[in-house]
T-cell receptor, first 112, second 117 residues
Framework: EAQVTQNPRYLITVTGKKLTVTCSQN?????MSWYRQDPGLGLRQIYYSMNVEVTDKGDVPEGYKVSRKEKRNFPLILESPSPNQTSLYFC???????????FGPGTRLTVL | QKEVEQNSGPLSVPEGAIASLNCTYSDRGSQSFFWYRQYSGKSPELIMF????GDKEDGRFTAQLNKASQYVSLLIRDSQPSDSATYLC?????????????????FGQGTILTVHP
């Protein structure tokens, strides 16, 4: 089944404890993105990758890192999480820059 | 100014009515537009996309695009309670060919629609 998977789905952590949210797609898509969703703000892009080893900042990159060492994986790294990073995070992939985005199921992160 | 702005909600319509969702965008370089539906706690799912001026119909859904007015809308005919969700408008930029912003998708804040029996 073609899909985007994210892990973990739920995470509660404490300020400053490094964490990684994994994202994987099995559709051989070139483009992958990370978004965060907060009430009243819609989806905001954190980082974007158009191919292996090619990434760029989105609208809200502060406090996040990403890497794209393999085409299928695009992990999101929070080196030192803070409470303002409490949010619902979505990973998405798309075959080209102009096609439909396929979203993962989301990761609900709470930083205490 | 927000790049993609949706009409403020929540929007409530009776079952069987037409629901009208509106969206404006500021980037004239935007090339295509997407409407996603998102149920509470779930990921967004694509309803339809449009890139040419005019109307595009798919079942009970009609998307309308007016590039001169920088306006996109979604009409839902014969609204059903199962249509109750948050609707997200998104605009995809043209960007610079080869640049990493090429094809960037920018979302509006969403409009909550409730269809009551």
């Amino acid at each position: 089944e073609a899909q985007v998977t994210q892990n973990p789905r739920y995470l509660i952590t404490v300020t400053g404890k490094k964490l990684t949210v994994t994202c994987s797609q099995n559709m051989n898509h070139e483009y992958m993105s990370w978004y965060r969703q907060d009430p009243g703000l819609g989806l905001r892009q954190i980082y974007y990758s158009m191919n292996v080893e090619v990434t760029d900042k989105g609208d809200v990159p502060e406090g996040y890192k990403v890497s794209r060492k393999e085409k299928r994986n695009f992990p999101l790294i929070l080196e030192s999480p803070s409470p303002n990073q409490t949010s619902l995070y979505f990973c998405a992939s798309t075959p080209t820059g102009f096609s439909e985005q396929f979203f993962g199921p989301g990761t609900r992160l709470t930083v205490l | 100014q927000k790049e993609v702005e949706q009409n403020s909600g929540p929007l409530s319509v009776p079952e069987g009515a037409i629901a009208s969702l509106n969206c404006t965008y500021s980037d004239r370089g935007s090339q295509s537009f997407f409407w996603y539906r998102q149920y509470s706690g779930k990921s967004p799912e694509l309803i339809m996309f449009i890139y040419s001026n005019g109307d595009k119909e798919d079942g009970r859904f009609t998307a309308q695009l007016n590039k001169a007015s920088q306006y996109v809308s979604l009409l839902i005919r014969d609204s059903q309670p199962s249509d109750s969700a948050t609707y997200l408008c998104a605009a995809r930029s043209g960007g610079r060919l080869g640049g990493t912003s090429y094809g960037k998708l920018t979302f509006g804040q969403g409009t909550i629609l409730t269809v009551h029996p």
